[in-house]
């Protein structure tokens, strides 16, 4: 039967890969983009005014759904109109 010592330093090593592992793994998930956007998140992204997203949604530059009082776009709407250099945006 061999014994094997664990030093103090190989407990840190072992904690900082443990703790790298988990900010991964975590990060993985908030990545993922939801696929309908509230209004609130999409100016947040855009950073554009309540007013600028509305001419948006008026010129038909921006496709929404609104359920109730609630407007919602597409994750990928979104994106591509960022790629597309968002002409016309005032």
């Known amino acids: ?3 094997e010592v664990i030093t103090k330093e ?3 090593a072992f904690r900082l890969q443990l703790l790298g592992d ?4 975590l990060g993985e998930k ?3 983009a ?3 956007l509230k209004g609130t998140e999409v100016r947040k992204m855009l ?6 997203l509305q001419n948006l949604r008026i ?10 009082g609630t407007y919602y776009y597409r994750y990928k709407e ?3 109109m960022l790629e597309s250099g968002m002409e016309g945006v005032s």
């Open 47 to 52: 950073k554009v005014s309540h007013g600028t």
């Open 10 to 12: 190989d407990l840190q």
């Open 22 to 25: 988990i900010k991964q793994l």
């Open 30 to 32: 908030t990545e993922v």
């Open 59 to 68: 010129a038909g530059k921006l496709c929404y759904s609104k359920i109730g």
């Open 1 to 3: 039967m061999s014994v």
């Open 78 to 80: 979104i994106i591509g």
């Open 34 to 36: 939801k696929e309908w």
